[in-house]
């Protein structure tokens, strides 16, 4: 196969895997710079992107036009993608705290059916990460820069019994008790998956 026909077909498949993405705008601000003449104003923007599949990632973006803004929060969002844990591709492994600031979230694992219960930005979060049942709770600011901040710090924390099991150098069974070999058998079946 020729170089050429390579690079394109890798191209093709980048640009296919970046259309598949979900992007979220959480929030445009006017910003303004005073300057000798008066006040120049521009936008920033912030962006959630997420595949709806265990990564997600969210940037932000300032320019003198709110589209350009968005552009830059957006690059910036799939730049930094993290990926995410689930368990049976639905909710969360375990319950996690987070905190940057004066935002500190809660986000609960949640049993099938109940969907995803958040507020505000933390909800575009969990839409593009692919949770579909969790329960969130923000305690303290609102200031969306901080909820999202503090979210990510939460994700970043948790690990799948795979994961923690080959951190101890055990295996999936053994963390488990008795009453949860079933569970156990299911954790395991589902870190497979990912």
Same mark, same amino acid.
């Given at each position: 196969?020729?170089?050429?026909?390579?690079?394109?077909?890798?191209? #093709? !498949? @980048?640009?296919?895997?970046?259309?598949? +993405?979900?992007?979220?705008?959480? /929030?445009?601000? *006017? %910003?303004?710079?005073?300057?000798? #003449? !008066? @006040?120049?104003?521009?936008?920033?923007? +912030?962006?959630?992107?997420?595949? /709806?599949?265990? *990564? %997600?990632?969210?940037?932000?973006?300032?320019? @003198?036009?709110?589209?350009?803004?968005?552009?830059?929060?957006?690059?910036?969002?799939?730049?930094?993608?993290?990926?995410?844990?689930?368990?049976?591709?639905?909710?969360?492994?375990?319950?996690?705290?987070?905190?940057?600031?004066?935002?500190?979230?809660?986000?609960?694992?949640?049993?099938?059916?109940?969907?995803?219960?958040?507020?505000?930005?933390?909800?575009?979060?969990?839409?593009?990460?692919?949770?579909?049942?969790?329960?969130?709770?923000?305690?303290?600011?609102?200031?969306?820069?901080?909820?999202?901040?503090?979210?990510?710090?939460?994700?970043?924390?948790?690990?799948?019994?795979?994961?923690?099991?080959?951190?101890?150098?055990?295996?999936?069974?053994?963390?488990?008790?008795?009453?949860?070999?079933?569970?156990?058998?299911?954790?395991?079946?589902?870190?497979?998956?990912?």
């Amino acid at each position: 196969m020729a170089r050429g026909q390579r690079e394109e077909r890798e191209r #093709g !498949g @980048r640009d296919r895997e970046e259309s598949d +993405l979900i992007e979220k705008l959480v /929030g445009i601000n *006017r %910003v303004a710079k005073v300057v000798k #003449g !008066g @006040r120049r104003f521009g936008f920033a923007a +912030l962006v959630i992107v997420g595949d /709806g599949r265990g *990564r %997600v990632g969210f940037g932000t973006g300032k320019a @003198r036009e709110v589209p350009e803004s968005i552009r830059k929060a957006t690059e910036m969002a799939r730049r930094t993608m993290i990926r995410v844990p689930l368990r049976e591709g639905r909710t969360l492994h375990h319950d996690v705290f987070g905190h940057y600031g004066a935002g500190n979230v809660v986000l609960r694992a949640a049993p099938a059916g109940t969907g995803i219960i958040a507020g505000g930005p933390m909800r575009a979060i969990l839409e593009a990460l692919g949770v579909q049942d969790v329960v969130a709770k923000s305690i303290g600011t609102s200031n969306p820069h901080n909820m999202i901040r503090a979210t990510f710090e939460a994700l970043q924390h948790i690990y799948s019994p795979r994961q923690v099991a080959s951190r101890r150098g055990k295996r999936v069974s053994d963390l488990f008790t008795r009453g949860d070999k079933a569970e156990a058998a299911e954790a395991a079946e589902a870190g497979a998956q990912e």
